[in-house]
């Protein structure tokens, strides 16, 4: 997947979490429990839609370098490599 | 009644000076009339014997109207009973209004009284007068404070068919329920200093071997240590209804939740205290949005909000 | 002067200064303004207490003015005299020994508008002239039981300032009107009909009115008192709106 795949992915995941939210406003370096007004519990089931599209299970300790956009674009590319 | 002068239209028995069986002859004063000239005695033009009383003391009666009748009057008189007063009747129909007819009408009292601004705010609200049992308003009449009350008691409105919740209408359910909370429940708050680094640290081990679905967040820790409480303490577990408080047997937590275009619900958790994972779930997804919210307005038995502690 | 000589000049304020404006198509104003003391509570018996300002209020052409505060009672007759038209105003006699400052740059007040002399959430009194002291002591005494009592000074009893107290009432869903006149007939009974008309989805309890016994006033002084609005009688009938028995 290239990181434009991955960044539409995250957001079309956040977009089934936080139907409202408008993912053209989102940078890369932005919060995305800020933008998307996400708690914990929407941040967790971001987890867990991310493990069911892509098989990819975050551990929690990785939780926060998945709160910016870029940082999670980074984060799944680099997973997905391994 | 006789017309005691030219403008009476009605007068009020005052006394009755003879009772049924009583013989009477022309010219006797039988029954003394208020009017609004004062009280006048009242002659009777015929001889014969009382034989029954129509119009009792105090009631106001319109000229024409039979007081009395006499009967077995010797002599000439009539077998058939006879109107004691002898006065024409007006020409006109009296002005006053008659004399109800004493069973037939329903006593006063029986219509609801709502002020005009009860029942606009019930309308809006789309809640039904007759809910309202007892009004604190002048006269018992209910209003806005009733209204408002009753619907802070009330479920939330069954949403409409097609668009989901009402999300106006339970804003103004939310706001009327809770500011009478406020205004009506004695309120005391209590803070607490808990070390939660063993919490912690077992949170971390638990989903750390535990695929994403699996995993639980840390409110749930306090969403256990709430029911847990409960059980301790069953007295914190239930309501006040009627003056008196209704425990529960079941503890069901509701969990505060916004929904994410406005509103609030509080779905119930149920049996928190022997289910420990359930708000991890998949479902628990669902109540921030609000089209499947209805299946979540179970009433809690305690309603526990506000485990943030995220973005740490 | 007491209100009761203007009796005798009747045909001169109603036949004649208040139709010859209209009468003569506009070519004739009549700059008149007359005051007059009205009100009771001197002890000078029924022909000196009148209150009959409502009853002047009724004829169309009068402007019919009630300064209670001592700025007004400056003020407004320099707004009555650069009226056209026929103005009275009606002076309570219990008002005139009262002392005030006003600012010294005031130059002039309105004669059109009611003021808001208390603002309150509970409950509107809607007043003039010296009952406005009554109902503003009602105030401070329903404060300490909690309810919030808004005092409207009407100042003008014609035209009415309608807005104002329609607003008031909407604000807070409940009036008594207090009106030394008699009940029947009076500037109360109008008030409260214009809320009805026009306010009535707004209330949340019943209309209420404290005006004079329909007696002519006694001279007696507790006689006197007994028939004229009282400071208690305003904080039972607000507190029976706000927090029924």
């Known amino acids: 997947m290239t990181d434009t795949e991955i960044r539409a992915l995250i957001l079309e995941l956040i977009r089934d979490i936080a139907p409202e939210a408008d993912p053209a406003v989102a940078r890369d370096q932005d919060d995305l429990r800020e933008v998307f007004d996400l708690d914990s519990m929407d941040f967790a089931n971001l987890i867990v839609a991310i493990h069911d599209r892509i098989k990819i299970a975050i551990p929690e300790v990785d939780y926060n370098k998945l709160f910016t956009l870029g940082g999670a674009t980074a984060y799944l590319r680099d997973a997905l490599s391994q | 009644m006789p017309a005691l002068g030219a403008d009476m239209e009605a007068g009020t028995l005052v006394e009755w000076l003879v009772k049924p069986g009583d013989r009477v002859k022309s010219g006797d004063v039988i029954v003394v009339v208020e009017t609004q000239k004062g009280a006048i005695e009242v002659e009777i033009f015929q001889d014969g014997v009382l034989s029954n009383i129509l119009v009792p003391v105090g009631e106001r009666v319109p000229v024409g109207t039979v007081l009395a009748q006499i009967a077995g009057a010797p002599g000439a008189a009539p077998p058939r009973a006879e109107a004691v007063a002898v006065a024409a009747k007006p020409a006109a129909p009296p002005l006053v209004e008659a004399p109800p007819p004493r069973p037939a009408v329903a006593p006063p009292g029986q219509r609801i009284k709502v002020t005009p601004a009860a029942r606009r705010r019930a309308a809006a609200l789309n809640l039904g007068l007759a809910t309202i049992l007892k009004g604190t308003g002048v006269e018992g009449s209910i209003r806005l404070a009733d209204v408002e009350a009753a619907a802070s008691g009330a479920k939330l409105p069954p949403p409409p068919a097609k668009r989901g919740l009402d999300l106006s209408e339970m804003r103004k359910a939310i706001a009327a329920a809770m500011s009478r909370s406020k205004r009506e429940i004695p309120h005391y708050y209590l803070t607490e200093t808990v070390d939660l680094q063993a919490a912690w640290s077992w949170i971390e081990r638990f989903n750390a071997e535990k695929p994403p679905i699996e995993r639980i967040l840390p409110a749930v820790l306090f969403l256990k240590a709430a029911a847990l409480a409960l059980r301790e303490q069953p007295q914190l577990n239930g309501a006040y209804e009627n003056g008196a408080f209704a425990p529960s047997s079941d503890i069901h937590i509701g969990w505060a939740v916004s929904l994410r275009s406005g509103g609030l619900i509080a779905p119930a958790i149920l049996d928190a205290d022997k289910n420990i994972a359930r708000p991890i779930d998949g479902g628990h997804a669902r109540p921030r949005r609000t089209r499947q919210a209805r299946e979540f307005t179970k009433l809690g038995t305690h309603v526990a909000h506000d485990h943030r502690h995220e973005r740490r | ?245």
Request: aromatic share 6%; with cysteine.
């Open chain 3, 1 to 245: 002067m007491t209100v009761n000589f203007s009796l005798l000049a009747l045909d001169q304020i109603l036949n004649n200064a208040v139709t010859i404006p209209h009468m003569s198509g506009g070519q004739f104003a009549i700059p008149l303004v007359i005051r007059m003391a009205t009100g009771g509570g001197r002890h000078v018996a029924a022909q000196h207490s009148r209150s009959l300002e409502g009853w002047y209020a009724h004829i169309p052409g009068l402007r019919v003015l009630t300064p209670a505060t001592v700025e007004d009672a400056r003020f407004m007759l320099k707004g009555a005299l650069a009226d056209p038209n026929p103005v009275i105003i009606f002076e309570h006699v219990m008002l005139y020994n009262m002392e005030g400052d006003f600012p010294s740059d005031m130059k002039e007040v309105d004669i059109a508008c009611a003021k808001v002399r208390r603002a309150g959430r509970d409950v509107s009194l809607i007043t003039y002239g010296d009952s406005l002291f009554k109902a503003l002591q009602a105030a401070d005494a329903l404060s300490s039981e909690g309810i919030d009592a808004e005092v409207i000074d009407l100042r003008t009893l014609r035209p009415l300032d309608t807005k104002t107290f329609l607003e008031s009432v909407a604000r807070t869903r409940r009036c008594v009107i207090i009106d030394e006149g008699w009940r029947s007939g009076s500037i109360s009974a109008e008030i409260g009909m214009r809320i009805a008309e026009e306010a009535l989805f707004e209330l949340d309890a019943p209309l209420r009115r404290v005006c004079a016994r329909e007696t002519p006033i006694p001279y007696a002084a507790h006689l006197e008192d007994a028939c004229l609005p009282q400071t208690e009688t305003i904080i039972t009938t607000a507190r029976e709106l706000v927090k029924p028995s």
